[in-house]
């Protein structure tokens, strides 16, 4: 048996209780042997993006970011819509990633945890990340509908419709990720 993918997971929010992180705290539990889900947890400490920092060494918390996704087999991305767009907080975290050389290529599932249908947020994702020469897992893709703010890894795993959404996502991200 080969060893579990890892996969590095990226909540776009810095709410203290997020479903888009709920989403991927669930998702970490329920992931098959075949999937590592490692939860980033940095976003709050990337510094604003400016490319005179770009240079080596690079600032601790980006260089910390860029060995989490170089380490990683895939990223798994849960982002909220605000405005429709992305978040600033993680467009920032996207820019660090632009320049890097761990990121051109990096498979990339996105997953919408918004019960408002929302999508513009996600149209922008796909752009920047297919613009930064990602990987898109479309096959992978999945939405999700929670409560939104408020709701806890608690909330989604007292749901058996919810659970078995996720154990889909999952099994479609295994999939797309053994198929190479």
Not at 58 to 69: H, I, K, T
């Amino acid at each position: 048996m080969s060893a579990p993918r890892r996969v590095l997971c990226l909540a776009g929010s810095l709410r203290r209780v997020s479903a888009n992180r709920a989403l991927l705290q669930v998702a970490a539990q329920l992931a098959p042997p075949a999937l590592k889900l490692v939860i980033y947890d940095g976003l709050s400490g990337l510094p604003l993006f400016n490319p005179d920092l770009e240079v080596e060494p690079l600032p601790p918390a980006v260089a910390a970011l860029s060995r989490q996704v170089g380490e990683s087999d895939a990223l798994l991305i849960a982002c909220p819509e605000y405005a429709h767009g992305i978040p600033g907080a993680f467009k920032n975290l996207l820019d660090w990633l632009v320049g890097s050389l761990e990121f051109p290529d990096k498979p990339v599932a996105l997953w919408n945890a918004s019960g408002r249908g929302s999508h513009h947020a996600q149209d922008a994702l796909h752009e920047v990340l297919s613009t930064m020469s990602a990987r898109m897992l479309a096959e992978a893709a999945a939405s999700v509908p929670l409560p939104g703010a408020g709701c806890s890894e608690a909330t989604i795993l007292g749901d058996p419709a919810l659970r078995a959404q996720v154990r889909d996502a999952l099994d479609r991200l295994t999939a797309s990720l053994a198929r190479g």
